[in-house]
T-cell receptor, first 111, second 115 residues
């Protein structure tokens, strides 16, 4: 069974601090997606990483795909209250349509 | 562009009743996914349609659950009879081709409470 483990499960920090969320697996993924979900809404895609070692930046968010394509990280610099939400990683492996979803990291940024 | 549209947004009903959840995918997308999200189990894929045909229903928990996609712009997920353990948020998502390397576009979900 393919699993994606996310850590931490929950993180509450002050505005302006930096943080990193991790997504780890023993399986290799052809690509990995990061989504953010706000209360009462569905997940929204932030980024897709495809190549081992790839780094993508989205304003203050930096996403990295591990060299072996088994893990990924999301780093947020100078977190803002607007970054609050549930962050989900999802890996593409095995079947050509199914994503393996992490359990999510609930992030709260306090003003 | 209109996103994925789900209805109702909230449903509260008594156990034993039939529940029907509805989804309109993004126009032009040929793949549709139904998910269930709970605190305990996270996001679980229930069923996947491609070109209106059910491809994988291995995630449907029991025979009480059924899903249809009569045309490219409409899908339903039905629970009959409903039970309290079915309480969850149900999401519909669509993607252009269904490839796992493509983004999935989610609706805002239906929050289902079975009393």
């Amino acid at each position: 069974t393919q699993l994606l483990e996310q850590s931490p499960q929950f993180l509450s920090i002050q505005e302006g601090e930096n943080l990193t969320v991790y997504c780890n697996s023993s399986s290799v993924f052809s690509s990995l997606q990061w989504y953010r979900q706000e209360p009462g809404e569905g997940p929204v895609l932030l980024v897709t990483v495809v190549t081992g070692g790839e780094v993508k930046k989205l304003k203050r968010l930096t996403f990295q795909f591990g060299d072996a394509r088994k893990d990924s990280s999301l780093h947020i610099t100078a977190a803002q209250p607007g970054d609050t939400g549930l962050y989900l990683c999802a890996g593409a492996a095995g079947s050509n349509y199914q994503l393996i979803w992490g359990a999510g990291t609930k992030l709260i940024i306090k003003p | 562009d209109a996103g994925v549209i789900q209805s109702p947004r909230h449903e509260v009903t008594e156990m034993g009743q039939e529940v029907t959840l509805r989804c309109k995918p993004i126009s032009g997308h040929n793949s549709l996914f139904w998910y269930r999200q709970t605190m305990m189990r996270g996001l679980e894929l229930l069923i996947y349609f491609n070109n209106n045909v059910p491809i994988d229903d291995s995630g449907m928990p029991e025979d009480r659950f059924s899903a249809k996609m009569p045309n490219a712009s409409f899908s339903t997920l039905k629970i009959q009879p409903s039970e309290p353990r079915d309480s969850a948020v149900y999401f519909c998502a669509s993607s252009q081709t269904g490839s796992s390397n493509q983004p999935q576009h989610f609706g805002d979900g239906t929050r289902l409470s079975i009393l």
